[in-house]
Structure formats: structure tokens, C-alpha cells
């Protein structure tokens, strides 16, 4: 699994542009890779429905593709992906007139504060590499602790469910905070985790 | 001291068991007494939980990218996408299969089929591919054979190989070298040939217009597969090129080796026409010519160096040159101009 640095669309943004305007498929392949996910869940945030978010982020894609001779982007892929996303979304919620959906920090963006949007795609990518960092743990790890995250299963559902003792899941549960403690220093010292964490509070 | 250290470890070990613990049940008055006590005690461990706390409530968050199945989503995408059909890999026996379902018109397709089905060993679901792409791969066979694959080609062989048979298909170019096995002819299909050998090495050339065999070292028969009375034999040094569409063999008596330098690493030239030596450079390296028109270049070149650096290369022959002519690379270019 990639890592957050291991793999810098910015740096490359020209040399990718160009192989996009030529309609390249592999080009348009790496790209949807490299953003689909982090995109449809950064989109999820305003419309809070995962299957829209899926169809604004495919159509984003793919209108991509269908105006490539007209592409004119000057600053990085990533924030015009960013910010198309955005805009797509805010045009989808005003034709939906749902703004009740809105959550709060969305409401915010929504005011065309610059900071925040910039720090929801941040907290974005943070919760992006914390998912790929967990999908990467070990398995019967990995299993064992998404039964709890994602689930919501306590410790004593899970013994129950994998026919294993109640000590086990706290071993593999404290191994994976281990890894992940580990693989997420790097952005806690970046000061953005403290920032987002206070965001819960 | 060693005391010191096992409790220090036992302690560490407690902590990440008991935040754990802690993490997991519900909270209760006495693990919050000892949640307290670890905070307390020590800066360090305080920070360590506060990190480990953090990871914790995160990751209830994001579960929505467990929901997006990123390739499944590609290929939808990619349909609306109207691109060029690229090359599809296809097993073998669904492309059998798929064959038979179209009428065919050429014979070469009809017999090759034909010879497919009828050699059990080859239709055999347990195909196996292996491709290169843009590096050249080494191939190790089970009957001792290596097939180095270059740029973009692929050989499919199954699971028998080497017991029943020595049959493979070879898509794009590759290097044979292949162990001596009287009992089972080593055979390479491509789409309307075949190159049967025995204990050789040689380099198999296909593409849609033309299959170019050159053999290295033993002998080589090369035919059609509707016909095969048709036949190249091929010695050392020879290469044979059947042309697709007329189905007609060439002959070329003195084989080239530099259209096997991918494989080689090595140029060899042996009073080679300095002009020739340039296009074979210029089409290795994919260099255009840059040279003036009214430039006379009268030279022939003898020569073996490596392929590893165009610098060198042209160094090379820039020193053996005699008149005022000199070749300069550059990142696009092969320029040949007086000094």
C-alpha cells in the first residue's frame, strides 16, 4: 500500500495534464486511482448519501475526459479536483433544495472561507490514510478491529462472533493501535491531527 | 540495569493492554481511576495516550472508504470513457472459444484452431501468462528453458508444460534459449505459425505484419500452420521473415545482430556504411537524424561496444572515425555534422 509521501501528483501535474489532454487511458486510469476515494468521501461530507457521492465524483471524471482539449489547469490536479468536487456539490444540493442536510463545518465552506475548505481536504486525506493504513494492518488484526470501528461491535460481540477469547481481541486491538500509532505520527507532528482532534471536542 | 529494564517493558506492556482494555469496554469508574493513575505518573505515557485516543476516535470515521470499491467504480467509469481499445489479455480458452465463434475466413486462423483443439495439451484451462511490460523479463521455464521477453510481449504456456509438451504462444518479441529434449519439440505459436526447435537459441519477432525469426545458435524450422510443407530451415546467423498477409517467406542470409541488441546489450558492426550505423543507433535509442543534406559521409565502420550509454557509443565511433565527421546525442536527437 502507498504511503502519503510516496507518490507526489503535484510534482508530476504537467507531464499528467499533458498525457490527460491526449486522452491517454492509463493517465485518466492512474488519476481515478490515485483520487476516486478520497474525492467521493470528501463529496459524502456535504451530501451525507455515499451513492450521489459515487455518481458527482464519476461524472466528475468522466466530463474530465469529455473536455480534455479545453482543460486549462493552472494550479495543481489536486486542487482543481478538489474544487470541482466542491462546486459540483454545492450546485447538487441547491438543485436538491436539501440544505437542511448540511453538517455544520459545511455550513461553513459553504461561506467561502478559503481556510476551511483547504482544511476539510486536509482532514480529508488524514482519515484517507488512516483508512489505508488500517485496511493494511494485518488481517485477523485488521478484521478484529473494523468489527469494533467500523461495526460498532464490543469486545465481548466479537469473541462471540470469531469464537475467541475476550483477551485475544485486546491483544489484537492493542497491536493494531500500535501500527497505526506509528504509521500516523507523521501527520500528528504535522500538527494537523491535533487540529482536526479539536474539531471533535 | 536488567531489573529496571524488565519492569520498565512490563510496564509498557500494561499500558498499551490496559488503554486497550480501557478503549474497549465501556467506561467504568475503576478503569477511569487507572486511566487517571497512567496519566498522572508520567509525561511520556500521557502523550502516548493521547495519540493512541486520537487513532482510536478517528477510526470510527472512516469506515465511509470501506463503502467505495475503487476498481469496480473504474470500470464503470472507464466504459463512459470512449478510449481506443487497448489489448485486451484474454484466456486462452475463452480466445479459443471465441474464435470458434466467429466464422473464420482466413485458413491460417481455421487451422490454427484446429491445431489447438486437437493438441489436448495446449487447450487446457491451466494456462498461464506472463507479460512484460516496460522492462524486459526473464523467464525461467520448468524444462529448463529461458525466454527473455521484451518490452510489451507476453508467452502463455500451461501447466503441462515440460511433461506432455513444449508448446507456447508468444504475443511481441522475445529471446529463446532453449534446453536440448528430443521427446518434446519445443514449439512457438503464434497466430499463423509455428517455430519448432530443438536445442537452440533464436529471437521470435511477431507483430501484426510480419514474424521475424533470427537464430543464434542450432537450427530453427519455421512454417505456416496450414501448410506446413511450407518451411524455413534456419541455420546460425540466418533469419526468416514470413510476411502475414502474403504468406510469403524471406530469406535473409546473414543475420543482424544488432536486431537482437534489446537482448545482447551489444552493437556489432563489421564494415558497416556510417550512415547505416546511424539509423541503427537513431532507431535503438529512438533518436531522430539531424544531418545536413550536403554532407558526404564516405566512412564504414567496424565496431562491437555495449548498448548501455549512447554517449559512449558515440564516442566509440567518433574515435574509429578517420575524416571530420562527428556524431553528438542529445536528449531527442542523433545530429551527424562536421567537427
Known amino acids: 500500500m502507498r504511503d502519503f509521501n510516496s507518490y507526489d501528483l503535484n510534482a508530476d501535474s504537467k507531464f499528467l495534464i499533458n498525457r490527460l489532454k491526449k486522452g491517454e487511458e492509463a493517465a485518466y486510469e492512474l488519476l481515478f486511482k490515485e483520487y476516486y476515494q478520497l474525492l467521493t468521501v470528501f463529496a459524502n461530507k456535504y451530501l451525507n448519501d455515499i451513492e450521489n457521492a459515487k455518481e458527482i465524483i464519476q461524472d466528475l471524471f468522466v466530463h474530465l475526459y469529455e473536455k480534455r482539449d479545453h482543460l486549462d489547469i493552472n494550479s495543481s490536479l489536486k486542487s482543481y479536483l478538489f474544487r470541482s468536487t466542491h462546486n459540483r456539490c454545492i450546485n447538487y444540493i441547491n438543485a436538491q433544495k436539501i440544505r437542511n442536510k448540511y453538517a455544520d463545518h459545511v455550513k461553513q465552506i459553504d461561506t467561502g472561507k478559503e481556510n476551511s475548505l483547504e482544511n476539510e481536504v486536509n482532514k480529508t486525506e488524514l482519515e484517507h490514510a488512516l483508512y489505508k493504513a488500517i485496511d493494511d494492518l494485518p488481517p485477523k488484526c485488521q478484521i478484529i478491529f473494523k468489527m469494533n470501528r467500523f461495526e460498532g461491535l464490543s469486545n465481548s460481540e466479537i469473541a462471540d462472533k470469531l469464537s475467541l477469547s475476550k483477551r485475544t481481541i485486546e491483544t489484537q486491538i492493542s497491536k493494531a493501535l500500535k501500527i497505526l500509532r506509528v504509521k500516523m505520527k507523521p501527520y500528528m507532528a504535522l500538527g494537523v491531527l491535533i487540529l482536526t482532534f479539536m474539531q471533535y471536542v | ?339
Not at chain 2, 484466456?91 to 484446429?114: E, H, V
Not at chain 2, 494456462?127 to 523479463?137: K, P
Not at chain 2, 529448463?144 to 518479441?173: C, P, Q, W, Y
Not at chain 2, 550536403?294 to 558515440?314: A, F, G, H, R
Open chain 2, 1 to 339: 540495569m536488567n531489573c529496571h529494564r524488565i519492569r520498565e517493558m512490563n510496564r509498557k506492556k500494561t499500558n498499551t493492554r490496559t488503554i486497550a482494555r480501557f478503549l474497549l469496554e465501556k467506561q467504568d469508574k475503576e478503569e477511569k481511576v487507572m486511566k487517571d493513575k497512567i496519566i498522572l505518573n508520567d509525561e511520556k505515557s500521557r502523550k502516548e495516550f493521547d495519540a493512541y485516543l486520537q487513532v482510536w476516535e478517528r477510526s470510527a470515521n472512516v469506515k465511509d472508504f470501506e463503502k467505495v470499491d475503487v476498481n469496480e467504480d473504474w470500470a464503470k467509469v472507464r466504459t463512459r470513457m470512449s478510449f481506443l481499445p487497448r489489448k485486451q489479455r484474454i484466456p486462452l480458452r475463452s480466445y479459443a472459444l471465441r474464435i470458434a465463434a466467429i466464422l473464420i475466413l482466413a485458413f491460417g486462423l481455421t487451422y490454427f484452431l484446429l491445431q489447438l483443439l486437437n493438441k489436448s495439451t495446449i487447450y487446457n484451462p491451466d494456462y498461464y501468462e506472463i507479460a512484460s511490460a516496460s522492462e524486459i523479463v526473464d523467464v525461467d521455464l520448468p524444462d529448463g528453458s529461458i525466454v527473455s521477453l521484451n518490452k510489451n510481449a507476453k508467452i502463455f504456456r500451461n501447466s503441462d508444460f515440460g511433461k506432455t509438451n513444449r508448446d507456447v504462444i508468444l504475443e511481441g518479441e522475445a529471446f529463446f534459449k532453449v534446453t536440448k529434449n528430443k521427446d518434446l519439440p519445443f514449439r512457438i505459436h503464434s497466430m499463423n505459425s509455428t517455430v519448432e526447435v530443438l536445442g537452440t537459441s533464436f529471437n521470435v519477432k511477431t507483430d501484426t505484419n510480419s514474424i521475424i525469426v533470427s537464430v543464434m545458435t542450432g537450427k530453427v524450422a519455421f512454417y505456416l500452420n496450414e501448410d506446413n510443407s511450407k518451411r524455413l530451415e534456419l541455420n546460425p546467423d540466418n533469419a526468416g521473415k514470413l510476411n502475414i498477409s502474403t504468406k510469403e517467406f524471406e530469406i535473409e542470409q546473414t543475420f543482424d545482430p544488432n536486431s537482437i541488441a534489446w537482448y545482447t546489450k551489444e552493437f556489432v558492426f563489421r564494415n558497416k556504411p556510417l550512415e547505416e550505423v546511424c539509423n541503427v543507433i537513431a532507431k535503438y535509442y529512438q533518436l531522430d537524424i539531424i544531418k545536413d543534406d550536403d554532407l558526404k559521409i564516405n566512412e564504414s565502420i567496424t565496431i562491437t561496444c555495449s548498448t548501455q550509454s549512447v554517449q559512449d557509443v558515440l564516442s566509440n565511433i567518433n574515435l574509429s572515425l578517420t575524416g571530420d565527421v562527428e556524431l553528438i546525442a542529445t536528449k531527442n536527437n542523433l545530429i551527424i555534422r562536421r567537427q
